[in-house]
């Protein structure tokens, strides 16, 4: 299942929110500020070293709601919507809705090691940015491009992630299995520009407002020493 084109009129507005309503009636979860977990144990600590910049690849369902998520981060300096698991010819979102390219829509984070561990981000990414324990699928949307998936770049990411999963699992923290699939050596490519800044460009979206904003709620809520109110937007990053 693939949402529709994101173009905010009236007619768009009417159709998101008779279909997640339609959602709603059907049982299918979204995360909602009531539904969310409460904090979950941190990831073992690591050993830092000298890097001034380090990056991380997450998907979890829709990526306008994790890259929202990530944007209001401290620590982080860019969070960007984008396709990973699959080839660059297919990075295109009409194509990836067939849930046939092999790509999951992620989120590139960049983040200053200084101010935020890659164990920390993992610990939001359990916590508030999506629920690890559907198997592709998040809230309303269906298919393999919306699993739960890691992409480390570099063995030691891959080993901590391994990690907090047994972690997490071994201390019965979801009602279900963690699902989220570790997924090394996949490049990462971005997507349109108008998926970037979603959230932020379109607060009163359906979509947005009753699967995403709860997160940003939660993230508040449980990381309020990470929470930063102003987010850091992609438009407002200067271009490579």
Same mark, same amino acid.
């Given at each position: 299942?693939?949402?529709?084109? +994101?173009?905010?009129?009236?007619?768009?507005?009417?159709?998101?929110?008779?279909?997640?309503?339609?959602?709603?009636?059907?049982?299918?979860?979204?995360?909602?500020?009531?539904?969310?977990?409460?904090?979950?144990?941190?990831?073992?600590?690591?050993?830092?070293?000298?890097?001034?910049?380090?990056?991380?690849?997450?998907?979890?369902?829709?990526?306008?709601?994790?890259?929202?998520?990530?944007?209001?981060?401290?620590?982080?300096?860019?969070?960007?919507?984008?396709?990973? %698991?699959?080839?660059?010819?297919? !990075?295109?979102?009409?194509?990836?809705?067939?849930?046939?390219?092999?790509?999951?829509?992620?989120?590139?984070?960049?983040?200053?090691?200084?101010?935020?561990?890659?164990?920390?981000?993992? /610990?939001?990414?359990?916590?508030?940015?999506?629920?690890?324990?559907?198997?592709?699928?998040? %809230? +309303?949307?269906?298919?393999? /491009?919306?699993?739960?998936?890691?992409?480390?770049?570099?063995?030691?990411?891959?080993?901590?992630?391994?990690?907090?999963?047994?972690?997490?699992?071994?201390?019965?923290?979801?009602?279900?299995?963690?699902?989220?699939?570790?997924?090394?050596?996949? *490049?990462?490519?971005?997507?349109?520009?108008?998926? /970037?800044?979603?959230?932020?460009?379109?607060?009163?979206?359906?979509?947005?407002?009753?699967?995403?904003? +709860?997160?940003?709620?939660?993230?508040?809520?449980?990381?309020?020493?990470?929470?930063?109110?102003?987010?850091?937007?992609? *438009?407002? /990053?200067? !271009?490579?």
């Amino acid at each position: 299942m693939r949402r529709t084109f +994101p173009r905010i009129s009236s007619a768009a507005v009417l159709a998101a929110g008779l279909s997640l309503l339609a959602a709603i009636a059907l049982g299918i979860p979204s995360l909602s500020a009531e539904g969310a977990h409460e904090i979950l144990p941190p990831a073992a600590e690591e050993v830092p070293g000298d890097a001034t910049s380090e990056t991380a690849i997450l998907a979890g369902g829709c990526f306008w709601g994790v890259q929202g998520v990530y944007q209001h981060v401290a620590g982080v300096t860019s969070a960007v919507s984008g396709y990973a %698991g699959g080839e660059e010819k297919t !990075a295109q979102y009409r194509i990836v809705g067939s849930g046939t390219t092999g790509h999951a829509e992620a989120v590139r984070i960049t983040f200053d090691p200084r101010k935020i561990s890659y164990g920390r981000i993992l /610990q939001i990414y359990f916590s508030v940015a999506h629920d690890p324990t559907e198997l592709n699928r998040q %809230g +309303p949307d269906l298919g393999p /491009q919306y699993r739960s998936a890691i992409f480390p770049v570099n063995a030691e990411q891959a080993r901590i992630a391994r990690a907090y999963i047994a972690q997490l699992n071994g201390a019965r923290v979801f009602d279900g299995a963690i699902v989220t699939r570790i997924e090394p050596e996949k *490049a990462f490519y971005p997507a349109e520009d108008y998926h /970037q800044d979603f959230l932020e460009r379109n607060p009163h979206y359906p979509y947005i407002v009753i699967n995403d904003l +709860p997160k940003i709620a939660n993230l508040k809520r449980l990381f309020p020493d990470s929470y930063r109110s102003e987010p850091m937007l992609v *438009a407002a /990053q200067p !271009a490579n």
